[in-house]
């Protein structure tokens, strides 16, 4: 089993930025692909971005793309998402995903482990 929990979470205002981190703990050595997905107030949750095992490579979603940067460190096991001009469209509880294969991928039903999230609102 892997677990995982975020935090940076927080009430900002239009144009802030946020880093988000999600620490990894137990069986780290299966963990490949990982993603943030968010979830806004009465919305289905959404894929953010991802990114690969090694790091290499990265994808995102449309709204976040040159905004949002997704990176990773293996060594500590954590995964962050630098999050810059945010808007309140961000504003959502973002989870943090983990799968067990190695390439990315913007399904959530690629993903096998997952964060108990955290709140991000940006106020106008």
């Known amino acids: 089993q892997v677990q995982l929990v975020e935090s940076g979470g927080g009430l900002v205002q239009t144009g802030d930025s946020l880093r988000l981190s999600c620490a990894a703990s137990?069986?780290?050595?299966?963990?490949?692909?990982m993603g943030w997905f968010r979830q806004a107030p009465g919305k289905e949750r959404e894929f953010v971005a991802t990114?690969?095992?090694?790091?290499?490579?990265?994808r995102y979603v449309d709204s976040v793309r040159g905004r949002f940067t997704i990176s990773r460190d293996n060594a500590r096991n954590t995964v962050y998402l630098q999050m810059n001009s945010l808007n309140p469209e961000d504003t959502a509880v973002y989870y943090c995903?983990?799968?067990?294969?190695?390439?990315?991928?913007?399904?959530?039903?690629?993903?096998?482990?997952w964060g108990q999230g955290t709140q991000v609102t940006v106020s106008s």
């Open positions: 995903a983990a799968g067990l294969r190695w390439a990315i991928s913007t399904a959530s039903s690629d993903y096998d482990y």
């Open positions: 137990g069986r780290t050595l299966s963990v490949g692909r």
């Open positions: 990114i690969s095992q090694s790091g290499g490579s990265t």
